[in-house]
Each structure stands twice: as structure tokens, then as C-alpha cells.
């Protein structure tokens, strides 16, 4: 299994948000092919007209990847017509208890699985043929630091992080053998509408443009787990290796509650 020098068609789901943007901007470059894909026309072409700017060539997909046929149709076909070398599956969704304890709400508990677990599954499962096809490719997973030990505040949103961590780790070890990377990718708190929305203190808070250039430079060295920021990373790490009851604790403590 080997790693290109450098990525030079790209496909990126969730496009649009906070570190999807970033990424694309980070990998536009003359004879760079970026797939872009985003529910926001609008903020979808607005960023194909930066990367473009900087002389990349751009392709577009308007779409909700909930919608796992059309999702799957367009990837098998855009997997025919470009070689992909790295596919970023980053789109997602969150959603919280409500403030008056009552939980959460059991519509956006449904959008939530269905865009962060089941439509993260279908881009990986319609994109590996074409690379298994030619025995390389590389695929990245955005999972979470919250997928290592659940917040009260943010249950369904820690377990859809956790399964996608939980996926790409059982994906890799038997697609090294094909010849394919795959690399779980584990942000903390990142600037960005979505992270803005989620209650709770947000400490280490990274910029959009910090995080992608950390997530660009672990998927060049094919790390398994591209985790930061530190000590955050850590500190979460611990609180899944810690006694249940002593890592509720903590979260109680430091007012996740």
C-alpha cells in the first residue's frame, strides 16, 4: 500500500460546512480536481468559485446525501469518470437535549443518523469498487472526539461519531491489503454554524483553516487516527479508558451536564 505525494482529485462530502470548506481551499491548486459536494447551491458555487480562483478544476453535486440512491448513483458515476485518489466523507449533522431536559427530538435523531452513519457508509461502499478496481485510493472518515466517551448533552450526535470511528477502524485494517488507506479523522471544537449551535463549554477551539491543514498533513502520513486539538485529545481519551462513573464525573464538572 502507498500513499501518492499528493492527492490530485479529491472528492468532499458536506462540502460547504466549517472544515469541508477548508479542506477544499487547502487542496485547490493548479492541477488539482476537487469534487464538491453540499445541500447550499449557493454556498456550493461560491466556493468552486474560490478553489477555481486558485486553478483548480472544480465539479459540483447539489444534493442531500440522505437521499442514499441518488447518492450512490452519483458517485459510481463520477467514480467512471475521475480517478479519485482521496475521498473526505465529512458531511454531518447535530443535534442536542432540549434545555428543559425532555431530551432529544426524535425527527432530527432520525436526520441525524441517517446523514452521519448510513449516508457516510453508502459514499464509502459506492466509492471503494472503482479503487479497489485499481488497487489504490485512500478514504477519510470524520468522526469526533466526542465519539470516545458520550456527552449528556449531545447523545445521538457521540454515538454517530462513535460508529463512524468505530467503522473506519474495522474498514482499514482489511483494505490496507487492497491497497486502500482509510483514516479516521477525530476534530474537538472547530469554528463553524454547526459548532456555534451546540451548547456546552467549547474549549481549545480551533479555526477552520488550523484544522485542515492538521487533517491534510495526517492523511499525507496515512496516520490511523488524525485526532487534535491536544490536550483535548487526551483528555477524551482518557475519559474512555477512566471507570464510567468517574468520567461522568468530570463531564459533570466541567458543565456538560
Request: glycine share 14%.
Given at each position: 500500500m502507498?500513499?501518492?505525494?499528493?492527492?490530485?482529485?479529491?472528492?468532499?462530502?458536506?462540502?460547504?460546512?466549517?472544515?469541508?470548506?477548508?479542506?477544499?481551499?487547502?487542496?485547490?491548486?493548479?492541477g488539482q480536481c476537487l469534487i464538491?459536494?453540499?445541500?447550499?447551491?449557493?454556498?456550493?458555487?461560491?466556493?468552486a468559485a474560490r478553489c477555481q480562483a486558485l486553478g483548480a478544476r472544480v465539479v459540483t453535486q447539489v444534493l442531500d446525501v440522505r437521499q442514499l440512491e441518488a447518492l450512490t448513483a452519483w458517485l459510481h458515476q463520477v467514480s467512471a469518470q475521475e480517478r479519485i485518489d482521496l475521498v473526505i466523507v465529512n458531511a454531518g449533522v447535530n443535534t442536542h437535549v432540549k434545555a428543559d431536559g425532555s431530551g432529544e427530538d426524535w425527527a432530527a435523531v432520525q436526520a441525524l443518523i441517517a446523514t452521519n452513519v448510513l449516508a457516510a457508509m453508502a459514499t464509502v461502499t459506492a466509492v471503494l469498487p472503482a479503487m479497489r478496481s485499481?488497487?489504490?485510493?485512500?478514504?477519510?472518515?470524520?468522526?469526533?472526539?466526542?465519539?470516545?466517551?458520550?456527552?449528556?448533552?449531545?447523545?445521538?450526535?457521540?454515538?454517530?461519531?462513535?460508529?463512524?470511528?468505530?467503522?473506519?477502524?474495522?474498514?482499514r485494517g482489511g483494505l490496507s491489503v487492497q491497497g486502500i488507506c482509510v483514516n479516521v479523522v477525530m476534530p474537538g471544537y472547530v469554528q463553524s454554524p454547526m459548532c456555534t449551535d451546540m451548547p456546552g463549554p467549547k474549549p481549545f477551539l480551533w479555526t477552520a483553516e488550523k484544522a485542515a491543514l492538521a487533517i491534510q498533513r495526517g492523511l499525507a502520513r496515512n496516520q490511523a487516527r488524525i485526532s487534535f486539538p491536544f490536550p483535548l485529545n487526551l483528555g477524551t481519551w482518557f475519559l474512555a479508558v477512566l471507570p464510567p462513573s468517574w468520567s461522568t464525573r468530570i463531564l459533570q464538572w466541567l458543565h456538560y451536564a
Open positions: 502507498s500513499l501518492p505525494a499528493s492527492p490530485k482529485t479529491i472528492l468532499i462530502t458536506g462540502a460547504t460546512g466549517g472544515i469541508g470548506s477548508a479542506l477544499a481551499i487547502a487542496y485547490a491548486g493548479p464538491l459536494q453540499g445541500r447550499n447551491a449557493d454556498g456550493l458555487a461560491q466556493l485499481r488497487g489504490a485510493g485512500q478514504v477519510a472518515l470524520v468522526s469526533s472526539l466526542a465519539a470516545y466517551f458520550g456527552l449528556p448533552i449531545t447523545p445521538s450526535y457521540c454515538a454517530s461519531k462513535a460508529a463512524l470511528k468505530a467503522y473506519g477502524e474495522a474498514l
